[in-house]
């Protein structure tokens, strides 16, 4: 607003051929005009893309809107029906708790693997940005062949219990297995998202002035002291955004599980993506594949604010 | 040079007549019916059937135009009624048997019985294939072909291991698939992953056994679930199997980790393919002399409420396929069953690997058979039990109890 009042002002201000009033008033408003042509496509997009979407989404979850009722248009208004029922089922509680799981482990672990990176990486050796790049390729790799990898990994004859079998260690049928199929995926996620961590910590440490850590250093502080005392808070930003980043990129995983359990066995690794999926395409109820999703969107704005309130501190 | 040319010479009428000409022309290319097709076929060979079909078609009708719109599997049935939604419907949807009379429902399908009636193809229908596509007196469509499940076995590990004949009885099942295993091969491998192709599986032993998926907590539904807890728990089948679709169980027969695998005629392509000596051999039933009872695959050629002349062209395009050559030729190249039995005989005694299908025709039977438009969900009940069972978070009593408590209410609603 402050912007458009300034850029009218500045407008009946300017010079002007004519030098009478109404050119000048005319002028202001071409001024004013050309301004807003220039945010139109953004609000165009954002409404038809986002808003809208969003706001159909919402108002489908208070219909019973299934295939039956979809097509005559008359999908009636069911209150909060759907979310009663949703909340009803044991399959969304679990999914809610998978979901908190998966998202609080995924963070951590990326957040303290790409953390304990990037300080290695302040560190000058040799090959040092080849390794870099090497680094970042499972978050370029299509999330399609890391999943496939990883469901192929933890086959029940994979890799990963041969070895165990070749070290004694008691194996399990990770993904067949209802108490390991959602650590299953929290590991290949984490395997995905470290990279995103550390590359931009890593951006972060490098911008930390070796000065002060000359500093520290004369003054006795021992390596851990100076992490603790002088990059992690200079890292606060940095830290924030990337936590922020990554819980909404976590919180919506759906292609990972879809892939590696499709949310089984027997329900046990759903994520609300993955069930509001299932709902919406498999069982075909649209209303309560809806509400699922505004839980989500729920989710995912408040933990947006509650960021937000830690930023501001 | 001028571009434009003087006005003298190229006086009103004229380009008055050039303009009506051209519209004229526009009008006549409109003329032409287009009727799209959405399916999800994406097998080389279904995609060359589908192409001759719609050849031969054009030639034969030149006013009318085929166009194929391929949605993925999951989508179809929301894709199909959303274009509907919005009035801009396909002149047929290739839906899965299973979901017909669901989408039926909702009312944008086109009651096309009286045009069947005619099809001398039509009196000659299986009845489970028929089922799928009727609600009452209406019809809501043609089975493209029909598919179900049998057992494939790998021929040199079953001579190695000792076995003549492939398993024919749940005894005789079990005994092999426990000889035919060792590490690394399972001696069989069937899907029950989290879709409905667990159900799916699963039903061929639970109805050859006389059991309903509307009564879970009766005998047939314990002993078949059994059948398959065991097998696992035995070790004769990889744990993994609850997380395999059945192009995993596919790709585990034919790379040798499993000697025998439950698996339908659309696999025997690929299966061909590897080089693999196998044969296929009906599914093994409870006691020696019993009808194996196979569920029903296979799409259907679905026409939605339209333009008339769409309507029109779309029925005239599924009797054009219903002739008993062409219809052969399109189930031959899909690797299906027809569904009409003079043909599937035909398939039948041509082709070996296609007979044990074809024998399981008469007694097969259409999945929403049980629970009508609730089918999806009571088998999304019945594979939550299934995988319950196999994973060891519940017994078979239990888990089946917990299902059939949740089917209950939808099997009353119909």
């Known amino acids: ?117 990037a300080l290695f990486f302040q560190n000058r050796f040799p090959l040092k940005n080849v390794l870099i790049a090497l680094l970042l390729i499972p978050w370029i790799a299509p999330v399609l062949t890391a999943a496939n990898t990883f469901k192929g990994l933890f086959n029940e004859v994979g890799p990963i219990n041969q070895i165990a079998h070749l070290l004694g260690i008691p194996t399990v049928p990770w993904l067949a297995s209802p108490g390991f199929a959602l650590a299953a995926t929290i590991v290949a996620n984490i395997w995905i998202g470290f990279p995103f961590n550390f590359i931009l910590l890593y951006s972060g440490v490098c911008n930390v002035p070796p000065e002060i850590y000359e500093a520290a250093r004369i003054d006795g502080a021992s390596y851990w002291r100076r992490v603790a005392h002088i990059t992690l808070p200079i890292l606060k930003p940095v830290t924030v955004a990337v936590l922020m980043l990554g819980t909404i990129y976590t919180v919506k995983v759906f292609d990972l599980v879809w892939i590696m359990t499709g949310g089984g066995p027997a329900n046990t690794s759903h994520l609300l993506s993955t069930y509001a999926y299932q709902v919406g395409f498999s069982i075909l109820n649209f209303g309560q594949a809806a509400a699922i999703a505004t839980v989500i969107v729920a989710l995912i704005l408040s933990l947006n604010l509650f960021q937000l309130v830690l930023q501001r501190r | 040079m001028p571009l434009k040319p003087p006005s003298g010479t190229f006086p009103l009428w004229r380009r008055l007549l050039v303009c009506s000409s051209i519209i004229v022309c526009l009008g006549a290319a409109r003329a032409e019916t287009t009727v799209e097709i959405v399916h999800y076929f994406n097998v080389p060979g279904q995609l060359d059937g589908l192409a001759d079909i719609q050849k031969d078609f054009e030639a034969a009708n030149p006013d009318i135009k085929i166009k194929f719109t391929y949605i993925p599997f999951a989508e179809l049935v929301s894709r199909t009624v959303q274009m509907a939604a919005v009035h801009k419907p396909p002149a047929i949807s290739c839906i899965d048997n299973p979901d017909v009379r669901y989408v039926a429902k909702s009312g944008v399908l086109k009651d096309i019985s009286a045009s069947v009636a005619k099809l001398p193809t039509w009196q000659d229908t299986y009845p489970g294939p028929k089922h799928s596509v009727t609600e009452g007196e209406k019809v809501f469509g043609v089975p493209i072909g029909s598919n179900s499940l049998a057992i494939f076995s790998n021929k040199k590990m079953l001579s190695d291991a000792g076995i003549t004949d492939p398993p024919k009885t749940w005894d005789e099942l079990t005994a092999d698939a426990a000889k035919l295993t060792k590490s690394p091969v399972y001696g069989l491998v069937f899907s029950a992953t989290n879709t409905e192709e667990s159900t799916w599986q699963w039903e061929p032993f639970l109805w050859s056994d006389g059991g309903s998926l509307l009564d879970l907590s009766a005998a047939p539904a314990k002993q078949s679930l059994q059948l398959w807890v065991d097998l696992i728990q035995k070790g004769s089948v990889s744990k993994d199997a609850v997380n395999w679709n059945q192009g995993d169980v596919a790709n585990q027969f034919i790379s040798g980790q499993a000697a025998m695998m439950v698996m339908g005629p659309w696999m025997l392509g690929q299966v061909h393919k590897s080089g693999l000596d196998f044969e296929v051999t009906p599914i093994p039933v409870p006691k020696e002399g019993e009808k194996p009872v196979v569920p029903l695959g296979g799409e259907v050629w679905c026409v939605l409420k339209g333009d008339p002349k769409v309507e029109a062209a779309a029925v005239k395009f599924i009797e054009f396929v219903q002739d008993s050559d062409r219809l052969e030729k399109l189930c031959n190249t899909f690797n299906y069953i027809s569904s009409v039995r003079s043909v599937a005989k035909k398939q039948g005694e041509a082709n070996p690997e296609l007979q044990p299908f074809v024998l399981q025709m008469d007694t097969a039977r259409a999945r929403p058979e049980e629970g009508g438009a609730n089918y999806t969900k009571v088998s999304l009940a019945a594979r939550t039990a299934i995988q319950q069972a196999i994973t060891g978070q519940a017994t078979v009593d239990a888990a089946l109890a917990d299902a059939a408590a949740k089917i209950k209410p939808l099997a009353a609603k119909k």
């Open chain 1, 1 to 117: 607003m402050r912007q458009l009042e300034a850029i009218r002002a500045r407008g009946a201000t300017a010079p002007e051929a004519g030098g009478r009033a109404t050119p000048r008033r005319r002028a202001a408003w071409r001024t004013a005009l050309s301004s807003y042509s220039f945010i139109l496509p953004i609000t165009i997009f954002g409404l038809f893309l986002l808003v809208y979407p969003v706001l159909y989404s919402l108002a489908l979850s208070f219909r019973d809107a299934t295939v039956e009722t979809f097509v005559g248009g008359d999908m009636p208004f069911v209150g909060l029906s759907n979310y009663e029922q949703i909340l009803a089922s044991s399959t969304f509680w679990q999914a809610l708790e998978n979901t908190v799981v998966f998202t609080f482990c995924s963070i951590l672990f990326q957040f303290a693997i790409g953390f304990l990176l």
